[in-house]
C-alpha cells in the first residue's frame, strides 16, 4: 500500500523540493488559465482566504471546507486573480479520493507532488493517511477537505457531511482555523463564484 501511495513523493525534500515547484508552477498555470481566461470568476471575501494563507500565526493550522461541484473544483478554485497558485509552501494538502487519484503509479506521483492525501471513501475515520492529514494539521500547515465525500451536482447548498473533517479538528493539538467556502459554477461550461 505504502508504495502505491508513494508517501516519499509527498515530502518536501523529495528531490530537493524541485518536481513539486514544477508541478505547482504548471497547474498553477492551468488553473489561472481556466478561472481567469476561459472562464468569468467572481470572488467575494478573497482577502481573508489570503491572509489566512500567508499570515496564520506560527504552529495554527488552516482548515479550509468546501462543496464539491466537479473534479476541477481542485485546482482551479485557487486560480483566482491574487492568488499565490504556484507557490508549492503557501499551497495546501487536499484530501483526495484513493479510487481516482491513486489508481496507479502515474497519478499516485502526480498527485503525492501536489499535496494530496489519499483517502478511501467509506474506511471510515481511523484510516491510515488520516493520521497523515492530522500530522500536517500539527506542524500548522493548511488543509483543504470536500466534507460530502463525493462530486455532487445536486441543485442543494451543501449536502450531508461526513465525519472525517470534524475529527481532524477535534484531534488537532492547536484547534485550527476553519474557513468554510461555498462555490457556484464549476459544474457548468463558464463559471465561477467563489464565496467564503
Wanted: charged share 20%; net charge positive; aromatic share 10%.
Amino acid at each position: 500500500m505504502g508504495r502505491r501511495h508513494m508517501e516519499w513523493a509527498g515530502r518536501t525534500d523529495h528531490m530537493w523540493g524541485i518536481p513539486r515547484k514544477m508541478m505547482f508552477m504548471a497547474v498553477g498555470a492551468f488553473a489561472k488559465t481556466v478561472a481567469n481566461l476561459l472562464n468569468t470568476t467572481s470572488v467575494r471575501n478573497a482577502d481573508t482566504l489570503l491572509r489566512l494563507v500567508r499570515y496564520r500565526p506560527p504552529g495554527v493550522s488552516l482548515i479550509t471546507v468546501s462543496n464539491h461541484m466537479s473534479t476541477l473544483d481542485d485546482p482551479v478554485m485557487w486560480g483566482f486573480k491574487g492568488f499565490p497558485t504556484s507557490d508549492a509552501t503557501l499551497g495546501r494538502w487536499v484530501l483526495a479520493a484513493e479510487d481516482i487519484c491513486f489508481k496507479n503509479t502515474v497519478l499516485s506521483y502526480f498527485f503525492r507532488l501536489g499535496k494530496c492525501i489519499p483517502i478511501t471513501r467509506g474506511a471510515g475515520i481511523h484510516q491510515k493517511y488520516m493520521d497523515e492529514a492530522l500530522e500536517h494539521l500539527r506542524n500548522g500547515e493548511w488543509l483543504h477537505t470536500f466534507p460530502e465525500g463525493k462530486v455532487t451536482q445536486e441543485d442543494v447548498p451543501i449536502r450531508r457531511l461526513k465525519w472525517g473533517t470534524s475529527s481532524l479538528i477535534v484531534r488537532s493539538p492547536v484547534t485550527p482555523i476553519v474557513l468554510p467556502i461555498v462555490h457556484r459554477g464549476f459544474q457548468e461550461e463558464t463559471c465561477c463564484s467563489l464565496v467564503q
